[in-house]
């Protein structure tokens, strides 16, 4: 099992983790990306204990301590005078129930962290240009064929290439994609601009009826990330980089406390996207023979508990220890998915459920209708742990 060669279509955060998760393991491992440079969109991630567990797990303590903002108390306040209707512990709380905490970080830099840690055990682990166009499969191994034309050989398969996945089309047709009527703005802020005063705790979200608003800072501080959601029929696009300009947003927003107008009037026009949010039934299977998926191509989820990342490096370290621990291909993987699809559709089912809390019309209700409790507490969604859990 040591000598497989894995193949891996996509170098997103899924891809990068699960490449070293798999090298970590004594397995070759070639990581297939179709853009022409390496890099992240321009927006912040938030990363809960049991992604903070596997970071850990794979050698990256050192970017989350450096690179990351760790919050302390966080608020969910009222859309129309900012005032608290809930408040929850991010840090030391979940420390001392899970062994770890929330880290708040810039996507870019984890994925230049996991870049650097992968071409440090292989420098020829990622091909750029790499666009997956078919794969195939015998008894003998699987094959990648690029849209350059080029075919790559390998005994595993993996698909981390994303909510659009080509290797899932290829495995199980379709997952035909419905938009939920939901849309999300996202930008950066240089924190210097951003008044004191509206940034109490600086990691915060904000409802109201029918809108979302998550902010808090990355990069050490130096930036304010945020998300502000918001509900409309009818979308077609799918895409996370269409152009919005703030009056847009302004307008959507309308009637909102300046907390929240404050900041996205400063949000640079270059640094402000929107998107609409689609949505996918989670699969009941994610192999076939030797190929399997990993990641948004296995479980796209929607945002509403900042989870997709989360999972996918979840995976990553459930899919090296698999192979670590398995005598075949086909029992890898099926230990894999064993301890993975259960979590992963539990937590695409909760990240449905989240939204109605937060988007409901009756705000002032927010503290009695959660019992004061985040979104995300007493579920389960954290007792889960990548590194310990059984496969
Ligand atoms: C508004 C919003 C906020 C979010 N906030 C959080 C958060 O706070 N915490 C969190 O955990 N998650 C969050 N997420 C989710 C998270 O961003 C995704 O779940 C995560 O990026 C999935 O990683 P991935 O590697 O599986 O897929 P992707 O990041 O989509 O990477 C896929 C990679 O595959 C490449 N690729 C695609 N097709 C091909 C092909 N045919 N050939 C070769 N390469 C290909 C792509 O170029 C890309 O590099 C958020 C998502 C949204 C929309």
Request: include cysteine; glycine fraction near 10%.
């Given at each position: ?36 440079k390496l ?11 049991s ?5 850990n ?22 859309y129309?005078?900012a005032?608290?209707?809930?408040w ?11 062994g ?13 962290a ?19 166009q078919?794969?195939?499969?015998n ?17 595993v ?16 047709g379709?997952l ?67 152009r919005s ?5 302004l ?6 406390t ?12 270059d ?13 009941k299977?994610w ?9 948004d191509?296995a ?5 509403f ?21 398995a ?5 890898a993987?099926?230990r ?14 909760e ?28 579920i389960?969604?954290f007792?889960?742990?990548?590194v310990t859990?059984?496969?």
């Open positions: 099992m040591n000598r497989l060669k894995i193949g891996i279509v996509g170098a997103g955060i899924g891809g990068l983790s699960a490449a070293l998760a798999l090298q970590q393991k004594g397995f070759e491992v070639k990581c297939f990306e179709q853009a022409p890099g992240e969109i321009g927006a912040g991630i938030s990363l809960s204990p992604a903070a567990h596997a970071i797990y794979l050698g990256l303590r050192q970017t989350l301590l450096d690179m990351s903002y760790q919050p302390g108390d966080q608020c969910v306040r009222h129309q005078d005032r608290p209707l809930s929850t512990n991010r840090g030391q709380s979940l420390q001392e129930k899970y770890e905490r929330y880290y708040l970080i810039h996507r870019a830099d984890l994925h230049d996991l870049v650097s840690a992968v071409l440090a055990n292989d420098a020829e682990a990622i091909v750029l240009n790499a666009r997956c078919s794969i195939s499969q008894l003998r191994g699987a094959t990648l064929q690029l849209t350059s034309g080029q075919t790559h050989h390998f005994d398969l993996i698909g981390a290439d994303g909510s659009r996945s080509a290797v899932r089309q290829a495995l199980f379709a035909e994609p419905q938009y939920t009527g939901y849309i999300a703005w996202r930008g950066l802020i240089p924190m210097e601009l951003v008044p004191p005063e509206i940034l109490q705790p600086p990691s915060g979200v904000f409802v109201g009826p029918g809108h979302l608003v998550n902010r808090y800072p990355v990069r050490r501080g130096t930036l304010l990330n945020f998300v502000a959601f918001a509900e409309r029929e009818v979308w077609t696009e799918e895409g996370w980089s269409i300009s703030v009056d847009e947003l307008n959507e927003f309308e009637g909102w300046s907390w929240v107008r404050g900041f996205m009037e400063l949000v640079p026009p640094q402000l996207f929107k998107w609409g949010l689609f949505d996918r039934e989670p699969l299977t192999s076939q023979g030797r190929i399997s998926l990993l990641g191509a479980h796209p989820v929607l945002p508990l900042g989870h997709g990342a989360v999972l996918a490096i979840e995976d990553s370290v459930v899919l090296g220890r698999a192979f670590a621990a005598s075949s291909i086909d029992e993987l099926a894999y998915e064993n301890a993975r699809i259960e979590r992963t559709s539990f937590v695409v089912h990240s449905r459920r989240a939204v109605k809390t937060f988007h409901a019309l009756d705000v002032d209700s927010y503290h009695q209708r959660t019992q004061g409790k985040a979104a995300d507490e007493g389960g969604l007792s889960y742990n990548p859990q059984v496969i």
